[in-house]
């Protein structure tokens, strides 16, 4: 039997998927703990981000307000610039993000044109937000900062010194 298109999910619908699943792990959430804070399963919460079920304005809302984001956060970064993410489908543990951070859960609304994070990204995020010690994180951003650097000089072509 043949598929109509409308048995596929929306390229928008995909999209505000990614963006809501993104902001749930970078808060701290399992999909089971942000579901039990709407009153939802955590089935749907994967419905809804795999796109396959549409989220309604008044509950993007309220996943907006949970994950500390402003609604447009799901729809900003553009369909282009999305990329699939490979992470597991319940990859946090089942705790609040008040249990997880204890300075406040971290704010991703800064940074707009976030792609979907890899299971290193949180991995990252979800350890760094676990340090209380500001000198301590400052030199952390510091020596991811001279890493990437690095590692961005060490590509580029070598520029030879001819002797003429």
Same mark, same amino acid.
């Not at 984001?69 to 553009?78: I, L, N, R, T």
């Given at each position: ?20 699943? #993104?902001a749930r792990l970078l808060s701290g959430f399992s999909q089971s703990v942000l579901g039990k804070h709407v009153d939802l399963t955590f089935q749907q919460i994967q419905k809804y981000e795999k796109g396959l079920n549409r989220i309604g304005a008044s509950r993007l809302q309220q996943f907006a307000q949970l994950l500390n ?16 993410? %490979? ?5 946090? %543990? ?7 951070? #204890?300075?406040? &859960?971290?704010?991703?609304?800064? !940074? #707009?044109?976030? /792609?979907? /994070? !890899?299971?290193?990204? =949180? ?5 760094? !937000? ?10 952390? =951003?510091?020596?991811?900062?001279? &890493?990437?650097?690095?590692?961005? #000089? &060490? +590509?580029?072509?070598?520029?030879? !010194? +001819?002797?003429?």
């Amino acid at each position: 039997m043949k598929r109509k298109r409308s048995d596929f999910p929306h390229p928008m619908d995909i999209q505000v998927g990614r963006r809501l699943r #993104a902001a749930r792990l970078l808060s701290g959430f399992s999909q089971s703990v942000l579901g039990k804070h709407v009153d939802l399963t955590f089935q749907q919460i994967q419905k809804y981000e795999k796109g396959l079920n549409r989220i309604g304005a008044s509950r993007l809302q309220q996943f907006a307000q949970l994950l500390n984001v402003p609604p447009s956060y799901f729809f900003e970064g553009g369909l282009e610039n999305e990329t699939p993410a %490979a992470l597991p489908v319940d990859g946090v %543990a089942d705790q609040t993000s008040a249990e997880l951070y #204890a300075g406040g &859960a971290p704010s991703i609304s800064d !940074n #707009a044109a976030m /792609p979907s /994070p !890899n299971r290193q990204t =949180v991995d990252l995020v979800y350890h760094f !937000n676990r340090i209380t010690d500001p000198a301590l994180r400052a030199s952390l =951003v510091h020596l991811v900062k001279t &890493a990437a650097s690095a590692t961005e #000089a &060490a +590509s580029l072509p070598k520029q030879g !010194n +001819s002797k003429g």
